[in-house]
């Protein structure tokens, strides 16, 4: 049967508040730094285009059904043609992001720019976490939990006999780690709140791939099934109507 601890107040004094304070201190502290490492290139006209053209074919397939059927069929044509579409990319003629990844030096710096700011903090923390609050019993969850979640929340104790509810101190690290966006949202607004799960997957890509992203728009206008819905409105206004007659 788990046991049930009573915690001392100190715990909440001098680990519980001060390992969170120092979270919230360190990522708005992160945030400026890479602010000012970050560097502002210009933008390249062939992404720009790409990128613009992808928008208006979404907003064709968006609004297909509310021009004619030899309209749609024209702005499609002028799409996806095979020979000159503005969505057509010719075989072997596909940008590979990896390669202009590496051949850009400044896109190479950026990112790893981006990846110490966040390794080299949270390595710092966690050393200073693990030496100074290691073993510790910091909270208690204030309902229960399956044993699933033991590993989770009770990291660094290994006693079996201690309710899941109660998290350790290098539990609530890793939950301040994981957790706090919806704080820096507040704080430093919501274009600003990236967490480490979105640097964490942002390590691993190497740029936008425009020739993937024209070919699904591409298949996706190809297989679009056009209905005009300009007489269902005539046929709904009139049903309107006669309701509010009668």
Do not use: C
Not at 24 to 34: C, E, K, M
Not at 61 to 84: C, D, Q
């Amino acid at each position: 049967m788990a046991e049930d601890l009573v915690l001392d107040t100190a715990i909440r004094d001098w680990v519980l508040i001060p390992l969170s304070v120092v979270m919230v201190l360190i990522g708005i502290l992160r945030y400026f730094v890479s602010k000012l490492m970050r560097s502002s290139p210009s933008p390249d006209a062939k992404i720009v285009k790409e990128g613009q053209v992808i928008i208006r074919a979404r907003n064709l397939k968006a609004g297909a059904n509310f021009i004619p059927l030899r309209s749609f069929r024209t702005r499609r044509l002028y799409f996806s043609n095979e020979e000159n579409g503005l969505l057509h990319v010719p075989k072997g003629q596909g940008t590979n992001p990896q390669a202009q990844m590496f051949s850009d030096p400044n896109m190479a710096m950026d990112m790893m720019k981006k990846n110490l700011s966040m390794i080299i903090p949270q390595t710092l923390t966690f050393a200073w976490v693990n030496f100074f609050f290691s073993g510790f019993v910091a909270a208690k969850i204030p309902f229960p939990l399956t044993q699933r979640f033991r590993s989770m929340l009770q990291n660094g104790i290994d006693l079996s006999t201690v309710d899941v509810s109660y998290v350790s101190s290098r539990s609530w690290y890793f939950l301040n780690l994981f957790g706090l966006r919806g704080l820096f949202s507040l704080i430093l607004g919501d274009e600003n709140a990236i967490d480490d799960t979105q640097r964490m997957m942002q390590m691993g890509g190497f740029g936008f791939d425009a020739s993937k992203s024209l070919g699904a728009e591409k298949d996706g206008l190809d297989i679009i099934q056009h209905d005009w819905a300009l007489p269902r409105f005539e046929q709904r206004a009139e049903s309107v109507l006669r309701k509010l007659v009668k």
